[in-house]
């Protein structure tokens, strides 16, 4: 009876304080201003004229403190109610330590992560991750760990490896992974080995310390991936240690920006040490038992000894809904006439949830147009930006920004692609764009480069897969580019030259890594005074030591992983070349500022590269050296070296020009094809090997020009276009010396000098293709994917027809010639692998493997895997570029590239073949029964859109062996044929769309379906006997290889009815089967006999 009676009570006085609490505040008449505001900030009815300091509001940039959740003691949510309702303005994160979340059901964890939304906190999942990284399957696992707590509401995944020892670079893939989920990822950076599990300060100490400038390091390249705030682990600084590691906090706020970092206090002497030493606006992360007292101290209420009274600031208050007044408004505060705090994003901004459009300029308000579109959007880039600090807000505004542009061009492209194919002319991809680079300052890249190649792949693979890694790549918008950390003038002088011995193994090592793309010296003459340089370096003009030292820098910048010394000596060069900047120039000027620019392409700094080549370029027309009939005055000698160092300048230049997508600087003025010494090949015995490869070189040269003049900066290609430059490669090869044509077949049986030399020349030969025929290739592979997406979905649309997707057969064959290059481009590299002393960086090789990766990761998404074997060819371009990986920053970055790209091609073969399978199933079971429940199978509807692809793994086992072997068609029933054509071979002449092959289909309207045969065979010459429609009635037999006897080819060589049969060889009498003139053993491709001299890839014919 008590127990009811004190229930009663009980019960009773809760409901009369509710209802009194009500009452008060119906009649109390707090402003709608007031509710929020604690009793430290009103001025009028609380203790506001108590001197203390301002807090900015939610959500903070500076002065942010996340508070330690369950871990020492349970949290539920009716304990987070209490500790946010009082402290709740506080209070800027809540972090789950240890994986103590997932010890909770998941229904009570939701209520906690809601209610902390509420309160405007954000969560953190902690360091669990660590855990997660000793599992056997990773990828899955982290894959499954991001998406369940991106589920459940979290904001933010920390990643911390104090127990474990994990490279960088994969910790930078999974900031990326993290990212790719639209979540935060905050790493926990530290000194301490072992640290996160409360070790003894003994034990810890055994252990030891990594260096404050490693943590330093790493945390700028956290940074530059996007991460907005990094967590400084206190073990080993400034919790289980003897004594503190001041020193370190001190670099950290030196050498990171202040308001991206936050610092674990453990205790209060430590965070009461952080506000004393750097102010209120320092990170903090506490334990949620500490935030009162941390509050406290500050707002500059209290205090220990030494802060009492001392914590104070000098800003404006920012109390909500006071008038607050600052020295500029931000512009949407000024348009809307509202009062703003002067904060980047302000207080109001974020409160409209518009922080990303927070921007300051001096235009009066008037003049500030609210943002409707493009045109006043574009107003972001000015350069008044850089100012700024770097947010994460900021960088939403500019992705939204840069990929508006992109839109635009892409939508001219698929404007243009409705009828591109009538008159032969491929759009090239209009997708220039402004990229920031590591300094935050927008640069330009055209069509022509490999970043605009890049997006438009990506806008592919996300109309075909939808977003994934490599469609959302949060580096997809800057430009990398790589800045020294050293000092840029040398404190002692220049440095000494090396040992003769050494200085020669350097300058070796910048032979190996640029000859013959770069052919600045006679060898003969510039070994010996190299050596004269070494022994009297002070004996010589400046320019001429500067030339001398740069090539150091090159070659021990491609040869020590350690770049100090290449660093060195490129200053040391520099600063020579520079000295004699206002002199007048001559050749050594020339030759020093390409020197300059190669090893700033090597170094990662493009842009640096692309303006000191331009020094170059004036130079070499204020000598004159661009012009036959002025070096035609000098001696021949002389005439060489000036014709030498044109030819290395023309071929940087057109090589920085493609690959960044801007102007070239040179022109081959004098050339004239009649009076070409080249245009006749020149008689092996009268010339050397060294003009035959400057021949190649000078001929390559005008290929690029007259691809970029022509192509590039004309925005569309044309066949008539496409075919005059491809007759140049016909050239070219025709020219090629035969000692050169053999090396080509074999790079692995060479020595390093010679096979980096052939891998030089064919790989620039294969990018120019590339270059010349990507147009076509993303024209075909874009209205491929645009087509199958509306044959899926049942759209009726022009670009779903057969005739749209098969195109002109001329585009067709020019789209097939850039995966062929792609793939002939990575064979030439791929045995360069096996040489273990390789350069460490090769700047030209690494840009050709990267493009021919990238076409073959888009030839996935237009089926070019079912024919050729790309798989086997970017497993070449990852090997090759893993090697330079460790090294280049350029292979580094690619490399991750291609890694997302290969994940966005796993995910379209998985949907494909799943696709395939299900309908695949249903014949099947059609034909044979279903065992088991049938509830789930659909009947075959043998008027349904017939399946997309042919036997998957008939074709991959094929490519595999390099020959061409679609599966039969009297395998399967005639409704089950390909709806959508495979990539069609170069062999694709006039595509035969009326030719209806779906026997039974009740669709009459549908598009008739193709297969690879019609891909393979439509090219019929005028009275060969070929059947309408292959049909399986019509075949009597099949090669070992899978295609049809009894169908003559375009090439007549396969047997038809009254032909020899395939193993009578008399008719030929020279041994040959009855495909060799169609079917190539190292590729498998077909083409008919007209197609065989294209770009001379196939020899003569």
């Not at 960088?168 to 072992?194: M, N």
Request: charged content about 20%; aromatic content about 8%; hydrophobic content about 35%.
């Amino acid at each position: 009876m008590f127990s009811a009676r004190c229930n009663t009570i009980s019960t009773t006085s809760r409901l009369w304080n509710t209802l009194s609490h009500g009452s008060s505040r119906c009649l109390s008449g707090i402003s709608t201003a007031k509710q929020g505001v604690t009793l430290l900030q009103d001025k009028n009815d609380g203790f506001g004229f108590v001197r203390s300091n301002p807090r900015p509001a939610k959500p903070r940039t500076k002065g942010v403190t996340e508070i330690r959740g369950p871990y020492y003691t349970v949290m539920g949510k009716r304990y987070l109610a209490d500790v946010l309702e009082t402290m709740g303005s506080y209070i800027d994160g809540l972090k789950f330590a240890g994986g103590s979340f997932s010890l909770f059901q998941e229904q009570p964890l939701r209520d906690m992560i809601e209610l902390s939304h509420e309160h405007n906190v954000y969560v953190s999942t902690g360091g669990w991750a660590e855990h997660l990284l000793t599992h056997p399957d990773v990828n899955s696992i982290f894959d499954r760990y991001l998406q369940k707590c991106k589920n459940l509401g979290f904001d933010v995944i920390e990643l911390s490896s104090g127990f474990l020892s994990l490279p960088p670079d994969d910790w930078l893939r999974l900031v990326d992974k993290v990212h790719s989920y639209k979540l935060t990822a905050k790493p926990e950076l530290g000194i301490q080995f072992g640290a996160g599990g409360d070790t003894p300060a003994a034990g810890l100490e055994a252990l030891g310390t990594s260096d404050a400038g490693k943590l330093v390091d790493l945390g700028h390249r956290f940074l530059n991936a996007g991460v907005e705030r990094l967590m400084i682990e206190s073990e080993g600084i400034t919790e289980n240690v003897t004594s503190w590691r001041t020193d370190v906090v001190s670099q950290v706020m030196q050498k990171l920006p202040p308001e991206r970092v936050m610092f674990e206090a453990a205790d209060p002497k430590v965070f009461n040490w952080y506000i004393r030493e750097f102010g209120i606006d320092v990170n903090l992360f506490v334990d949620h038992s500490q935030i009162v007292q941390l509050s406290c101290l500050r707002s500059g209420i209290w205090g220990t000894a030494d802060t009492f009274g001392k914590v104070v600031s000098f800003r404006p208050d920012t109390i909500p809904g006071a008038r607050l007044r600052c020295r500029q408004a931000c512009d949407s505060c000024k348009r809307r006439k509202q009062k703003c705090n002067g904060e980047q994003p302000c207080a109001i901004c974020v409160q409209r949830n518009k922080a990303s459009e927070c921007h300051f300029s001096d235009k009066p308000a008037r003049l500030l147009k609210p943002d409707h579109g493009l045109k006043e959007t574009a107003g972001l880039l000015s350069e008044s930006m850089e100012g700024h600090s770097t947010t994460v807000q900021g960088e939403t505004a500019m992705d939204r920004l840069l990929n508006a542009l992109e839109d635009q061009g892409m939508a001219t492209l698929d404007q243009s692609s409705r009828g591109g194919d009538k008159d032969g002319a491929a759009p090239v991809p209009k997708v220039s764009r402004l990229l920031r680079d590591g300094q935050g300052k927008f640069m330009y890249v055209g069509d022509s480069a490999s970043l605009s190649f890049l997006q438009s792949v990506r806008r592919i693979v996300a109309s075909s897969i939808g977003s994934c890694g490599f469609t959302e790549d949060n580096l997809r918008h800057s430009m990398l580019e790589a800045f020294p950390m050293a000092p840029t003038a040398q404190p002692g002088g220049l440095v000494p030259p090396p040992a003769r011995e050494d200085a020669r193994a350097l300058a070796h090592q910048y032979v190996l890594a640029t000859s013959p793309l770069l052919d600045l010296f006679d060898l003969n003459e510039f070994y010996p005074r190299l050596a004269d340089w070494v022994e009297n370096p002070t004996g010589n003009e400046e320019l001429v030591s500067s030339i001398f030292y740069l090539v150091l820098a090159i070659g021990a910048q491609v040869s020590s992983t350690d770049q100090t010394l290449a660093e060195q000596y490129f200053v040391s060069g520099r600063h020579l070349a520079y000295a004699a900047f206002t002199e007048t120039p001559s050749q050594y000027t020339i030759q020093s500022y390409i020197l300059i620019s190669m090893y700033m392409l090597g170094a990662c700094r493009r842009n640096g590269a692309f303006m000191n080549l331009g020094i170059a370029l004036r130079a070499a027309y204020a000598v004159g050296i661009h012009r036959k009939d002025a070096n035609a005055l000098f001696c021949t000698r002389e005439r060489i070296a000036r014709e030498r160092v044109w030819r290395s300048l023309r071929m940087l230049d057109l090589f920085l020009s493609a690959s960044l997508g801007r102007p070239p600087g040179t022109s081959d003025f004098d050339y004239d094809q009649r009076e070409d010494p080249s245009a006749q090949v020149p008689a092996q015995q009268h010339s050397s090997s060294d003009e035959h490869v400057a021949a190649a070189v000078v001929a390559l040269c005008r290929i690029f020009e007259r691809i970029l003049s022509d192509v590039y900066m004309k925005q569309v290609v044309s066949i008539s276009v496409a075919e005059t430059i491809s007759n140049q490669h016909r050239q070219w090869v025709l020219r090629l010396p035969d000692f050169l044509k053999a090396q080509s077949e074999g790079v692995d049986a060479q020595q390093l000098e010679g096979a980096l030399s052939v891998a030089h020349i064919f790989g620039s030969y294969y990018w120019s293709i590339i270059l010349l025929t990507r147009p076509f290739f993303i024209y075909r592979v874009s209205r491929y994917a645009k087509g199958k997406s509306h044959s899926q979905s049942g759209a009726s649309s022009a670009i779903s027809t057969p005739d749209a997707l098969a195109g002109n057969s001329r585009v067709s064959l020019f789209a097939d010639a850039c995966v062929y290059s792609a793939l002939r481009g990575l064979e030439v590299v791929n045995g360069l692998t096996r040489f273990p002393s390789l350069p460490r960086r090769l700047p030209f090789l690494i840009n050709s493997v990267f493009n021919s990766a990238v076409v073959l990761g888009a030839a996935f998404f237009a089926d070019y895997d079912s024919l050729l074997p790309l798989e086997d060819g970017l497993t070449k371009a990852e090997r090759f570029l893993a090697i330079f990986a460790p090294h280049d920053p350029h292979a580094r970055r690619f490399i991750q590239i291609v890694e997302y790209l290969r994940g966005a091609v796993t995910e379209y073969v998985r949907c494909r073949n799943a696709q395939w399978m299900a309908r695949r199933s249903h014949q099947v079971d059609q034909l044979f029964g279903q065992v088991g429940s049938a509830k789930d199978v659909p009947p075959l509807d043998l008027a349904a859109p017939a399946v997309d692809l042919s036997s998957l793994e008939d074709l991959r086992r094929a490519s595999e062996q390099g020959v061409l072997s679609p599966s039969s068609l009297d395998k399967y029933s005639r409704s089950s044929l390909p709806s959508q054509p495979p990539p069609e071979s170069a062999s694709t002449s006039n595509t035969n769309t009326n030719t209806n092959i779906t026997a039974g289909s009740s669709n009459s309207n549908g598009p008739p379906p193709t297969d690879v045969w019609d891909a393979a065979f439509d090219n019929v010459a005028p009275g060969l006997q070929y059947p309408t429609q292959l049909t399986p009635e019509a075949i009597s037999a099949l090669t070992t290889t899978g295609l049809p006897i009894g169908c003559p080819s375009p090439g007549g060589t396969i047997p038809g009815p009254g032909q020899p049969p395939i193993g009578d060889l008399s008719a030929s009498g020279e041994g040959r089967t009855p495909l060799s003139d169609v079917v190539f053993a190292d590729n498998g491709l077909l083409y008919v006999a007209e197609d065989l001299p294209g770009f001379g890839m196939w020899g003569n014919s």
